[in-house]
Each structure stands twice: as C-alpha cells, then as structure tokens.
C-alpha cells in the first residue's frame, strides 16, 4: 500500500498564502503523476494541479497564475503554494496519486485523507 499524508492547510486571510505538503510513503515500487484535488461543501471533488514525475505541471483555470506545484521526487512529495488565496478557495484539499506498491499489480490511484484550507474575507 501508498499511504499519503497531506499538511500545511489552515485559516488564512484573503490574499494571503499556504504551502500545502504531501509525502508518499510504504512499500512503492512506483509513482507516477501526483495532485491535488479540492472539495467544497456541496460540490464536487476537483483537480487543482497535478506533476507527472517528468515534472511537467497542470493547471485548474481558476488557480493559474495564483497557484504552483512542485515535486521532490527524492523525498517522494509534492508542494503546493498557493498565493494570493480567495475565500472561494476554501476546501478540504486531497493528495491524489497513480503508483504502484509491492502488493498492486499494476498503478492504481491513491488519496490521502484532506487538509483543510480555509479562507477568510
């Protein structure tokens, strides 16, 4: 099994900044793209951003320009900074990963269990 344990979430003004973390860890045999996805209240999961282990990046709109990941593939994690956070912004947000562990049979997906972000106005 991959276990991936998020932190960094928080209550934050707007316009402030978090930088969200998530290792990977366990018996990996290996990972491939990593994420982040968001929950509000009400709607459904999203994805943020994600990193292929190549290092090429993608982006939600709603985040561009606002939002960067980042991956260390030594230490088996991913970053999330976010900068100039608006209150639509508050969620629970998700670890997400496609890998591979010495018990699965092929990469399959795994999610760690949220930290929340929340941003006040």
């Known amino acids: 099994q991959v276990r991936l344990v998020e932190s960094g979430g928080g209550l934050v003004q707007a316009g402030g900044s978090l930088r969200l973390s998530c290792a990977a860890s366990?018996?990996?045999?290996?990972?491939?793209?990593m994420g982040w996805y968001r929950q509000a209240p009400g709607k459904q999961r999203e994805l943020v951003a994600s990193?292929?282990?190549?290092?090429?990046?993608n982006y939600a709109v709603a985040v561009k320009g606002r939002f960067t990941i980042s991956r260390d593939n030594a230490k088996n994690t991913i970053y999330l900074q976010m900068n100039s956070l608006k209150p639509e912004d508050t969620a629970i947000y998700y670890c997400?990963?496609?890998?591979?562990?010495?018990?699965?049979?092929?990469?399959?997906?795994?999610w760690g269990q949220g930290t929340q972000v929340a941003v006040s106005s």
């Open positions: 990193i292929t282990s190549d290092g090429v990046t």
């Open positions: 997400n990963t496609n890998s591979q562990s010495d018990s699965d049979f092929f990469s399959r997906p795994y």
């Open positions: 366990g018996r990996i045999l290996s990972i491939d793209a």
